[in-house]
Structure formats: C-alpha cells, structure tokens
C-alpha cells in the first residue's frame, strides 16, 4: 500500500515517526532540519512553543538518535547555548527511479546524502522486476549495515500516469510490460518496508526541495523535468504539489510549434512531438544528420521499449556533436530551446513564478545550449517580464534527482508537519 498525509501504515513501529509523537513535535524536528544547527531558544522563538515543551521535546528526539547536541551557537547578547541539529544516521531511506532507459536505487541519509547506490538490469517482466528491486535493496541495507528501526521506507519515482493512492502503475508510454501493476504493494510484500510511489517528476521537486540549494531557488519555483519524457512541476512555499491525483505536470501537449509536426492528440507542434529526445532524434534523422539508420521509433502515444538502447545512443550522439562543434546540430538544440522556453513561458505565467529549475535524466547532455535560450524567451515573450527578472537555474543535484527526491519524500512524509486536522495548510503558523 502507498503513503499519504491522511492514511495509517502498518509498518509504523519503528520505522515512522510514532516515537517522535504529535503535530508539535513534528513542528520542532522540522524547524531544526530546516536550521541546520539552532538552540532550544531559537526553535522556541520560531515556533511559538514555551522553552519546556521545546527542552521536553528535544529530549525525546534525542532519545530516538533523530537529533543531536553538536557545539554552541550565541543567541543575542547572553552566554553561547548549546547547539542541536539532525542526527544524519538518525533515519534512512531508499530511493528507486524507474526510468524506462535506467533503473537507479540509491540508500540516502537524513542529511540528504546518498551513501550508496546500484543500478540493477531489469528484466521485462514486472513481477520479476519487482523481485529483483526488493533484492537490490536488501543488498544496499545489508552492506552498509542499516538497522531496520533507522529505516523510514521506500520510495520510488516512476513516469505517469499513476494511481498514487493505490501505489498502482498505469499505463506509462515506454514502459512496457507495466500496465496496471500494484508496484507499491508488491514491493511492500517483498520487503517488509512501506513503500510510497510518485510521478517522476513530483519526486524530483521533493529532491530539489529536500536536499538541493534552497538559498537559490527560494520557496517558490517551477521544475523541469527533462527525461524521455518531459513534464513539470511545482513548490509553493516549499511544498511539493501533486494535484488531485499525483499526476500534475503533464505538458506533452501545449503547443510550442503551430507549424511543426502533426500529434496523434490532433494538434501540431506539441512538445511530445518536438521536444523530447525521440522527437529531436527523429528530426534530426530526416535531416540527414545521421549516417545510418537510427532505429529510433516515431513519436506516438504509446512508444515500447524496443528501441530505448538505439533512442539513448542516438541522442547522446547527436548532443555531442552539438557540443563539439557541428553547428547543424547545435541550431537543432538550440530549436528546440526556444520551443520549450515558449512553454516555461506559459507556465510561468500561468503560476506567477520567477524561478524556474531544470533537471532529469538528460538535462546534463542538454545544460550547456537551453540554460541562456530559455531565459532569453522568458525575458522576452512572457507578460509578467514587466513585474519581475526570471532566474533559470540547474539541479545542484545532477542526474539522480527522482532518485534522491523518491527516498525524501519518504522521510519528508515522516518528519514535515502537515496541517493538523481540518486545518488548510495556510493556518500551520498558528499551532
């Protein structure tokens, strides 16, 4: 069964924050991690809890190896108080990204920090892929020696569509063999640990709010995601959404090219058939950029996973190229920039955002050329140009951002206080 804020898991001794106790508590823990290092009269001051229940409190996360007393910090003028922060080996969880060209599994820390990681060869067969993810992480538990009370659980990025509620993968387009497949549960059964399951790029945006460089992007920020698919996120006030059903950040279909190709949704020039990696191969491919046959299918709603070897070589070829002087497929990427700063550009101003990050599987291949493109159309085409400057960065966090963000919302899930019962989120300053 997956996670969520309002349902109970099984699993909760000794692997969720029952010992850490109520909303409260939460509410402290959180402000420490946030602090990185604070005193109990600091935490007290920022949450508006008497200096007792802060003290009583701190106690018992200490107790549970959560938190520890770490050097002195000076508050004002009075004599330096003793520091606390998180305990970094205080909680652990593991991260899968199943992404259809690369499987990744990574073990991370409190900290945010990946203390180990494989990449396991799955087979097609999602059952025995599932049997080979619950080995894979038995084998990072048992070699880094993580007892299983230090354990939040696992999370796992996956393309959409998803039932996030049932932990139930759907229907995604290169995936195949993965229709209708209760992957959160059945990893559950295999491992004995529980298993929340996401959009990709919805545990990209916890990656980037958990771990990576909040002092740059703010609270507030728009993601990228630039996989086989490309999709898009958003963190208000340092919230992950995900929509009504997980499934927020589906843009294959905003049109960025009115004479580009024909898309099987009945439009031309949608970023599913100009912008993604298989689009720019195949473009590239009747361009004659390509000596020989890539092999690369045409875009269509629902591609196998056939041909996903010939598709990952073929683009990186053609990135390459681009960096290392041809200029033909260089002004092919640079296209394709321009196309998907039209896009940012209505989804910034549909959010109200100025802060846009890019990040996925192959923004490393594409960084270089989009990062300026993109922020020159945001100047240039969107309406709220005139309010505010756009800032267009990349992930700190390279590559294996859905992997890291996957395992953070697990712990995320454990130790961020949500609103307590029939509050909206707006009124968590007030307990």
């Known amino acids: 069964m997956s996670l969520s804020k309002q349902s109970e898991s099984p699993f909760l001794q000794g692997t969720n924050l029952t010992a850490v106790g109520d909303y409260n508590r939460s509410v402290v823990l959180d402000t420490i991690r946030k602090a990185g290092q604070i005193s109990r009269v600091e935490v007290s001051h920022l949450t508006g809890l008497t200096s007792q229940t802060v003290t009583n409190m701190v106690r018992k996360l200490i107790d549970s190896g959560l938190v520890q007393e770490e050097g002195t910090v000076t508050v004002g003028r009075g004599k330096p108080r003793t520091a606390i922060r998180l305990n970094p080996d205080g909680r652990y969880a593991v991260g899968i ?8 599994v990574i073990l991370i820390n409190l900290a945010g920090h990946i203390i180990d990681r494989d990449l396991p060869d799955l087979p097609d067969d999602s059952a025995q892929a599932i049997a080979a993810l619950a080995s894979t992480v038995s084998l990072l538990l048992g070699r880094n020696g993580i007892p299983g009370k230090r354990m939040g659980g696992i999370g796992i990025a996956i393309p959409g569509p998803v039932d996030a509620r049932r932990g139930t993968v759907l229907d995604p387009p290169n995936l195949s063999g993965w229709r209708n497949v209760r992957l959160a549960h059945d990893l559950e059964l295999s491992t004995g640990l529980p ?3 996401e959009k990709d790029v919805t545990a990209a945006c916890h990656g980037q ?12 920020f728009l993601f990228m995601y630039m996989g086989l698919g490309i999709a898009f996120g958003t963190v208000r006030h340092g919230h992950v959404y995900q929509g009504r059903t997980g499934n927020v950040g589906e843009m294959g279909h905003i049109v960025v090219d009115t004479s580009g190709p024909a898309c099987w949704c009945g439009q031309r020039g949608c ?4 912008c993604d990696p298989r689009s720019l191969v195949k473009q590239a491919e009747k361009e004659g950029l390509f000596p020989a046959p890539t092999h690369v299918q045409d875009p269509r709603a629902f591609n196998d996973s056939a041909d996903l070897p010939f598709l990952d070589e073929a683009f990186k070829s053609l ?4 960096h290392g002087g041809d200029e033909v497929c260089r002004d092919l990427l640079l296209e394709s920039a321009g196309r998907i700063g039209r ?5 910034t101003d549909l959010w109200d955002m100025d802060t846009v990050v890019f990040g996925g599987p192959y923004w490393h291949l594409l960084e270089d050329i989009y990062l300026d493109r993109v922020a020159q159309v945001l100047r240039r085409r969107s309406v ?5 400057d756009f800032k267009v960065l990349s992930t ?3 590559g294996d951002i859905a992997a890291i963000g996957a395992a953070s919302a697990i712990l995320d899930h454990d130790l961020t206080p949500g609103p307590a019962p029939g509050m909206s989120g707006k009124d968590r300053s007030a307990i």
């Open 384 to 388: 709220l140009r005139q309010v505010h």
């Open 271 to 274: 970023v599913a058939v100009t």
């Open 195 to 197: 298993v929340f399951m």
């Open 97 to 104: 990204h199943l992404e259809p060209a690369k499987t990744t």
């Open 396 to 398: 700190t966090l390279g």
């Open 343 to 347: 896009a940012v550009t209505i989804l």
């Open 209 to 220: 709010t958990w771990a990576g460089k909040g002092e740059e992007t703010g609270q507030d």
């Open 319 to 322: 990135c390459q190229r681009a």
